[in-house]
């Protein structure tokens, strides 16, 4: 039976199903897709508002004690574009699909999600949960210190995912040697690096995660007097900091002395000091450090009590200075969102197509070079990713 010419429908859909295959990270998070990003009439700009669950205050006895609902949201800006382009000639597209695949597609759809899964794999410096191990090898223990986390936060028991780089997966083989996989199980499979389920984690592994570059920072303190931390619902998102010396770099994971977290919904103080993150690179000195999440001290969204409001608070920074250190994270899939938007088709072009899997949006276009008999063709993805809920994902810091 004679090849017949592969339609720009068939490329882009076995593309597309390449490229999921490749994307183990941004495949356990929560992936939007939104056709409203590129509708005709209708557009809505490059930015989608997530919005967040609405927490309230208890009341405590008879009395009416009304309070306003105040919904809060996240922009997610859908602005990136990545792609791969390639040449085409006529006995190319006479392939059967699954050689076109093996030869021309794969190696393409391969670099491509590398480069897509490396750029989301960036939240992790959004995250302040951390289970500090640095310089030890990963062990199974630590996996669970970061599930308690999890649990503290109030994260579902579903959709949790542990996606660990290679060196921690090589650590914990002899931790996880007890995994079954039941026949389900193994048929899931579909997914490059799933490993199998085990303590309510799908465990992953991936190449891609980075090592956390560590800064010089050290002997920092924050003012912790109620003139700067006022006991209030509203947000401090800065610290003022003295008798420092170093750079903090983005990402970096710190506790106060004093500053307990609460539990998310009693809001009763517990024996744990809250986690901040550095959210913009600090060159060091006396000055004001962005931080995340926002100390909160009261209301409906209080996150911390401050034991001992009347002094300076020691910023102690986990990890050693200038010392990287692996990444690895657990997380529950609603930590992040991925999501990708219909991009405009063009007119007036050999063939052209668009398609959607699982949540994933990519665009062929190919045209015709009579000079050369090569077609010329292009994939394009336009996405964007957010740390949505940052409380809901775990960095393990090992090695």
Known sequence: MPNSLLSATTVTREALRVLHQKLNFVGSITRDYDESFARQGAK????LKVRLPNQYVVRSGPTLAAQDTSESSVD??????????????SVDLTMTLDDFSDRILEPAMSVLAANIESDAMTMYADVFNQVNNHGQAATFARVLQGRKML???????????????TQDNVDLVD???GLFNDRD???????EGYMGRTAGFDFMENTLWPSHGRGTGAGYTANTLPAALPVSATPVSVLNVTAGTGTLARGEVFTLAGVYRVHPETKAMTSQLQQFVVTQAFAGGA????IAPAIILAGAMQNVVVASPNGAAALNIAGAASTPHGISMAYHKSAFAFATADMIMPRGVDFAAREVFDGVSMRIVRQYDINNDKFPCRLDVLYGFKTVRPQMAVRLANN
Do not use: E, H, M
């Open 185 to 191: 199980a193994i048929s899931a499979q579909y997914r």
């Open 175 to 177: 931790g996880l040697k």
């Open 44 to 47: 809505i700009g490059d930015t």
């Open 287 to 290: 000055g004001a450090v962005s």
């Open 76 to 89: 997610l800006k859908v602005a990136t574009q990545k792609g791969v382009d390639l040449n085409f000639t």
């Open 151 to 165: 649990v503290d936060n109030l994260a579902p028991l579903a959709g949790r995912t542990a996606n660990l780089n």
